[in-house]
């Protein structure tokens, strides 16, 4: 059995905190996610940035990757800290668009709009 291609980085870039997702958002990389989202999250609120979540590479999001931008939203609340996400592809927007998340976030196409705010 193969591990799933998975992968998160955290960049800082024009007064945003910006976490990237490339691969599959499931139970396999859950615990991987929600470390370097926790550590992008701290960073954001700690200097007052906005946090831009990408998912323009993840090509599969499961009920665990949902569950992860649920919180970080509700999180967000606390802490002051602005999401932004970054979404194109069909595996991850309709899954927003269909469990009513969409709803919950400002969503782009692409990053620069959201980095900018």
Do not use: C, K
Not at 5 to 26: K, P, W, Y
Not at 101 to 117: C, K, M, N, R, W
């Amino acid at each position: 059995m193969t591990t799933p291609s998975f992968f998160g980085s955290i960049t800082q870039r024009a007064g945003a905190v910006v976490l990237a997702f490339t691969g599959e958002l499931d139970l396999a990389t859950a615990p991987d996610a929600r470390t370097i989202a926790t550590r992008a999250h701290d960073e954001a609120a700690a200097a007052h940035r906005r946090l831009v979540i990408d998912l323009r590479a993840v090509t599969f999001l499961a009920s665990v990757g949902l569950e992860l931008l649920a919180d970080h939203r509700s999180r967000a609340t606390e802490t002051g800290v602005a999401i932004a996400l970054v979404a194109t592809t069909r595996a991850v927007t309709r899954v927003l668009d269909l469990t009513g998340l969409s709803a919950q976030f400002t969503t782009y196409a692409d990053i620069e709009p959201a980095v900018a705010g």
